[in-house]
Structure formats: structure tokens, C-alpha cells
């Protein structure tokens, strides 16, 4: 999986595709050889508990001496202060020292993993320590950077082959230039033309005749029906996004990673009401058009509404991990509940 002498792992950046891609891949594999009952993820998004109560389950999961074994992995999302602090509240640091503190007590087997979008403030206690770590060679740092526009282009070769396809560079850079450096809408566009193609060569002709710009516009789309709870529509406009050739993963990949955004918006708009789409676009990295109809969509949700979603749709991650269903019947389920 890693050195040996690396146990805790801090990983951050712009690109939260790799990032994703890489936390799942972990999981997934010490699942399969530990059992998903030694897995702890934390989401400071998510998090609805009390102070008490989540210092409670934070210490039961660092607890070395586990009741299913010494082989553990520990993942901390959006953890790590920043230096554009977003959330309304922070974790505590008295948490965050208590999670320092247990670097030094790790078993052989036991992971920590620490995932965000944002860099970490260098003056925070817990990142100096990672810091100082990281020079003795028992924890690794790195940060996961979009591709630049002239990287974007052998970035869909190599996706592709993983598909055990090709594809020529006229069809890759036209592919890049529709739709840019969303590589989750490039994943899944890359996944539908390797379905199409079957294992022949990707042309420009499939490219044009398949991949549509405009598919972060179909999820706002999507998600300004739930706001209103038309469950008609939302149901409608889903089953057409499947009907274009959407994988259902990215689907779910897509609204989930919406609307954490969304509740990211509302938290800024609640600690700050005359928060303007600017703002939002400078400190939550979104291009301004987004960042605008991000604020206009968070309106449509009160807090406790996109936690409830949000906190659903995590439970629905684990329900496509671990039981054979699909997401289009887990959508039906969400839409009811809304």
C-alpha cells in the first residue's frame, strides 16, 4: 500500500478527483483484506454531533488496542485548519491535539489520513508536527494539483488506456476543449466513449457525436429540482442524464461533491449574510459563474435540510461499497425523504 515507515498521510489540493480516487482506492483495499469494520472516516462537514460526543468517537477510533484486530485506517476529512476558514465552526484544538498526540502511539498496521481541498495553515500546532514527521520519514505530504491545459491532454490518454482502449490526439485535445479540467465530467465522458468504442480507437467523430458541454449546468439543473422538491422533475431529469450515457457513479459522485459545496456556500452565508458570489469564488476556488449559481442555490436550502442531504448521501456511499444496489434505486430512496 505505502513505505512501511509512513503511517499518517496528509493530502491535499485542487484535485479533489485524484484525491477521491485515491482515498477510495484505500479503502477499498484494506476493506477487502481487514474488513470495513476497521475503517473510522470522519467529514467535518458532516458532523452534527456535540464536542463530547465526537471526542468520544474519535478516541475509540484511535484506540490502538481494537476489538477487530491492530490493523486500522483513520480518515480525517477537511480536519486541518486553513488559512481561509470556511466552516462555521472548527474543529476544537484540544481534538485536534488529541489526534497529534496519537501519531506517536500507531501500531505497524494502523493508518491516519488527513484529505482537503484547501492548504493547511503552516502555524497550526497539528501541521508542524505532520511537518516535523514528514523530515523523519513517518508521514507523507502531498499535494494533488488539476492538470495545466498543456498536461490535460496525455492525462485523457492515460485514462483511456486504462479503459484498454486508444484514442487519437485530435479526438483527446477536441475532448479537452469541451469540456476543460472537470475531470469528474471527463472520467465520465471518457468512460461513455469507451463504452461506445468497445475497445476500438477513440475518434473526434465519436467525441463530437457523443460528449456535450454544460454537465455541471445538468447537475445545478438537477439539484434546483430537489431544492424544490419536484421529485417529478428531479426523477425526470436523472433518468435523462442516464439516458445520455452518465454513469451512475458519476452521478452520485457529482450531486454528492454539489452538494457539499452547497453546504460549504451556506455555512459563509451564515456567518456572513452579505456574503457576495465573488467571495464565494475566491475562497471556495470556483469559477464565477458557478460560485454565483451556488449562491443563488444555497438560498433555496435552510442548513439543516443540506446536512440531512448531505449526511444521507454519505450513507448512501457506504450502501454502494458494501450491498449489491444501485443508485438509481438509492435516488428514489433520497427523493422520498426529501
Not at 126 to 137: R, S, V, Y
Not at 246 to 253: D, G, K, T, V
Amino acid at each position: 500500500m505505502a513505505d512501511v515507515k509512513k503511517q499518517i498521510f496528509l493530502w491535499f489540493g485542487d484535485n479533489d478527483f485524484a484525491i477521491h480516487e485515491q482515498i477510495r482506492f484505500w479503502i477499498d483495499a484494506f476493506s477487502k483484506k481487514h474488513g470495513a469494520l476497521n475503517i473510522a472516516r470522519f467529514d467535518a462537514l458532516e458532523i452534527t454531533s456535540n464536542k463530547d460526543e465526537l471526542s468520544r468517537q474519535i478516541k475509540n477510533a484511535l484506540q490502538v488496542n481494537s476489538l477487530f484486530g491492530m490493523n486500522k485506517l483513520v480518515v480525517f476529512k477537511d480536519f486541518l485548519p486553513t488559512k481561509i476558514e470556511r466552516r462555521k465552526s472548527k474543529i476544537d484544538a484540544d481534538i485536534l491535539q488529541y489526534i497529534a498526540d496519537s501519531f506517536g502511539k500507531l501500531s505497524e498496521t494502523f493508518f491516519i489520513v488527513f484529505t482537503q481541498t484547501e492548504m493547511p495553515a503552516t502555524t497550526s500546532a497539528i501541521f508542524k508536527t505532520l511537518q516535523k514527521l514528514e523530515k523523519e520519514g513517518q508521514v507523507e505530504i502531498q499535494e494533488f494539483v488539476l492538470p495545466k491545459s498543456r498536461d490535460l491532454t496525455f492525462w485523457v490518454v492515460q485514462r483511456v488506456k486504462k479503459l484498454r482502449c486508444d484514442i487519437k490526439t485530435d479526438a483527446a485535445e477536441y475532448l479537452c476543449a469541451i469540456v476543460g479540467a472537470d475531470l469528474w465530467q471527463m472520467a465520465n465522458e471518457i468512460a461513455k466513449l469507451g463504452n461506445y468504442c468497445s475497445g476500438q480507437t477513440i475518434e473526434k467523430s465519436d467525441v463530437k457525436l457523443l460528449v456535450r458541454a454544460g454537465g455541471q449546468e445538468n447537475i445545478f439543473k438537477l439539484l434546483d429540482a430537489i431544492s424544490a422538491r419536484d421529485k417529478c422533475a428531479a426523477a425526470k431529469l436523472f433518468d435523462q442524464q442516464l439516458a445520455d450515457g452518465a454513469e451512475e457513479m458519476y452521478l452520485f459522485f457529482m450531486i454528492a461533491k454539489q452538494v457539499r459545496q452547497l453546504l460549504e456556500a451556506k455555512l459563509m452565508i451564515e456567518n456572513n449574510p452579505q456574503v457576495t458570489a465573488d467571495v464565494l469564488s475566491q475562497q471556495m476556488k470556483l469559477h464565477p459563474f458557478v460560485a454565483k449559481k451556488m449562491l443563488q442555490q444555497a438560498q433555496n436550502f435552510d442548513l439543516k435540510k443540506l446536512k440531512e442531504i448531505y449526511s444521507r448521501l454519505a450513507g448512501i456511499d457506504v450502501d454502494l461499497k458494501t450491498k449489491n444496489i444501485s443508485f438509481e434505486l438509492l435516488f428514489e430512496v433520497l427523493l422520498s425523504e426529501i
